[in-house]
């Protein structure tokens, strides 16, 4: 079976993780779409695939109401992406502007799947190792993927022993 994934929504015909890119993604039949999450100064949690935004502030540094209304919630993203399945990045690497070692915001995500009817059709995924263990940790049943720009024998070695 095929799928049809729209990476930050239909983000060649609109900006990317904006709700015009995941209407449209769902209008042109898509079956998944892809959305990146990101934490605010006020711990809420915001679609924005950059650590800043155009004009150079870090969303970390941010409240919420400071951002321009086109960045959404992240209940927001999920309520126009309902119909489709939705795949969660979480950003948070350890280079990033924004990192946190703590992995707060994987408690917040999964916290806000849990308070939602349609949490198994959706994916977590991540460039962050820790990222997707303290998910696999606090929610088993959540659909996990780990994020890479390459494959070596060194990444996949904690892997397959997790596995096992």
Known sequence: MSMVF???GSSLDHPENTKAAFEHALEVGSDWVELDVRRTRDAKMVVHHDAALRDGRLIVECLREALPSAVLDLATALDICAPMGVNIEIKNLSGDPDADPTN???HQVVELLRSRSNADKVLI??????????????ASDIAVGWLLY?????????TIATAA
């Open 150 to 158: 390459g494959i070596s024998d060194a990444d996949l070695a904690p």
């Open 125 to 138: 995924t991540s460039f962050d190792r820790p990222t997707i263990d303290t998910v696999r940790t606090i």
């Open 104 to 106: 707060r915001l994987s």
């Open 6 to 8: 729209a990476h930050r």
